[in-house]
């Protein structure tokens, strides 16, 4: 009796041991193709990515070459500018200076009558605004 137990213990056991089996070797297949199709995706991605990054790589090349180009013209425009400054600059000021002087000077031909209208606030061919004049009105004295 306790031969025939152990081989019907012994058969359950086999049989039990024969389903995990069976079930592993299941997730293992399924685990096998779920891999191949991650990897049949992934490298054609990683194909694209690398494309794409090489891509970029070209452009970025491409835009520090033009950052470098105004870079250069900026730094020309900003010579130039201080040359025309320093070449033209001082001679435009002094003529400026000189037709104003010669402005004024052809303005002042009547002398002290002019001087006594710009105390009323009349200033060489334009009228001051009255809040500037004191409030006082044109033609009252």
């Known amino acids: 009796m306790a031969g025939l137990l152990v081989a019907v213990f012994w058969a359950i056991l086999v049989s039990f041991l024969a389903v995990v089996l069976v079930r592993l070797a299941q997730t293992l297949k399924a685990a096998t193709k779920l891999v191949t ?57 002094k003529v400026a200076a000189f037709g104003y002087g010669v402005r004024r000077a052809l303005g002042r031909k009547d002398g002290p009558a002019q001087e006594q209208r710009a105390g009323r606030g009349v200033v060489v061919g334009r009228t001051v605004p009255a809040a500037r004049r004191g409030g006082r009105k044109r033609g009252r004295g």
């Open 37 to 93: 199709g991650v990897t049949e995706q992934a490298v054609p991605l990683l194909g694209e990515a690398s494309a794409t990054v090489r891509s970029a790589q070209t452009q970025l090349d491409r835009v520090d070459a033009i950052a470098t180009d105004v870079q250069e013209v900026t730094s020309n425009a900003s010579a130039l500018s201080s040359t025309v400054s320093s070449t033209f600059g001082g001679p435009l000021v």
